[in-house]
């Protein structure tokens, strides 16, 4: 098949997933000999907001981290209601913290194959998460950089033995499983759905830059220490602050991400399918 443009989007809360999907959309043009791949944020309210439409001759590697085993529950309406294939090749690609992918990557390929893609392959990649660098710190480092570029290289001896749109990729998983039950440091279910991010006045400065990079558009750009809106736990504004001020005490919170520290420090492996 005829590949003459690479594109990537992506929701990436926190820049892991973005650099991720970089990574591949530049393997895959080097090992494909095409054009630089066209890049589109998907991780901003305005950026959801629009439609983006692909079709023969377009290949799209699509991201998004895994929340609770799943596509986002806040962004999956999003991809559902703004991407069209129309024929377009995709590589579904999801980050994970180290724990599990779950059902994340059966999930994003059925999404996508319901909105006129061809799934071509499919990648569940370790990176740091979001709660804690404890959990896959460091990554992607460079032995999952080598293995992105090895995966992209895969996808274009594959695509370059195609004379017809491939059959769907097959993944682990059942994209209509319910999504991961969070537990606290006592092994028992707990819920932080309504954790809201604290500002350390004493080291504010006010620069926005919270508000500004908020996927959810859910802090108040006037009063960066008020959170009005639906906040997802992404941890972009405590990964982002320039001072440090942005931080998260809710108990339940900080008891799974104990458990998490404490269960799941073991470096888990990628997985790749073709």
Request: charged share 25%.
């Amino acid at each position: 098949m005829e590949i003459k443009q690479i594109h990537a989007l992506c929701y990436s809360g926190a820049g892991v997933t973005e650099k991720m999907v970089r990574l591949l959309a530049e393997a895959l043009e080097k090992e494909l000999g095409l054009p630089q791949a066209v890049f589109h944020g998907f991780r901003k309210p305005e950026e959801r907001a629009a439609d983006y439409s692909f079709g023969p001759g377009d290949l799209v590697v699509v991201g998004t981290p895994t929340y609770a085993g799943r596509v986002p529950n806040k962004i999956a309406p999003d991809f559902r209601a703004r991407l069209r294939g129309n024929g377009a090749l995709a590589v579904p690609v999801v980050t994970f913290g180290n724990r599990a992918f779950d059902n994340a990557l059966a999930e994003l390929c059925a999404l996508l194959e319901t909105n006129g893609f061809r799934t071509a392959a499919a990648g569940a990649f370790v990176g740091r998460h979001a709660f804690t660098d404890v959990l896959g710190e460091g990554r992607p480092d460079w032995d999952d950089q080598r293995e992105l570029r090895e995966f992209g290289k895969r996808i274009a001896e594959k695509l370059r033995g195609l004379e017809a749109p491939p059959p769907p990729v097959e993944v682990p998983g059942d994209p209509e499983a319910p999504y991961y039950v969070p537990r606290g440091l006592d092994g028992q279910p707990t819920q932080f759905l309504k954790a809201k991010p604290q500002t350390d006045l004493s080291k504010c400065c006010n620069c926005g830059v919270c508000a500004r990079l908020c996927p959810m558009g859910a802090i108040d750009p006037a009063n960066v220490a008020a959170v009005p809106g639906t906040c997802i736990k992404c941890q972009c504004c405590v990964r982002k602050c320039t001072h440090h001020a942005k931080y998260f005490d809710d108990p339940a919170f900080l008891s799974h991400v104990a458990m998490l520290e404490k269960n799941f420090q073991e470096p888990r492996e990628n997985a790749v399918f073709l």
